[in-house]
Structures are given as structure tokens and as C-alpha cells.
């Protein structure tokens, strides 16, 4: 079998599996540990990474605050 890779541009992030929604579920994990770290480091964000915490928030439907 082969492989199947998903990527999320926006945040230069991937994921991959044997199955497409194993790749999105790989994915998806991904991005959320990707923003569990943009968060603890909030306040020390430069531009690029705190425009992928917002684009992340978009993503999964939470708010800033």
C-alpha cells in the first residue's frame, strides 16, 4: 500500500497515513499540538508565527481570548 500525505499550507504543517483519513486525522493532531505550543509562547510571538495562531483559531472555531 501506499501512503497518503494532507498539508496545511497556511502553517507549513502535514500529516500522512495509509488512508486519507488517517492522514487527516494526522494532520489535524498536528495543527493542534502546532497551536498548543504558538499558545504557551503567546506573548512572544513574532508576526508570521502569531498569524498562524490566528489562522489556527479560525481553523478550530476558537476565539482569541
Known amino acids: 500500500g501506499g501512503v497518503i500525505a494532507s498539508t496545511y499550507l497556511d502553517a507549513e504543517e502535514y500529516g500522512w497515513g495509509p488512508t486519507e483519513n488517517e492522514a487527516i ?10 497551536m498548543k505550543s504558538l499558545q504557551v509562547r ?24
Open 25 to 34: 486525522a494526522d494532520l489535524m493532531s498536528s495543527l493542534v499540538e502546532y
Open 42 to 65: 503567546e506573548g512572544r510571538l513574532g508576526s508570521s508565527a502569531s498569524s498562524d495562531l490566528s489562522k489556527l483559531r479560525q481553523l478550530f472555531g476558537l476565539s482569541s481570548d
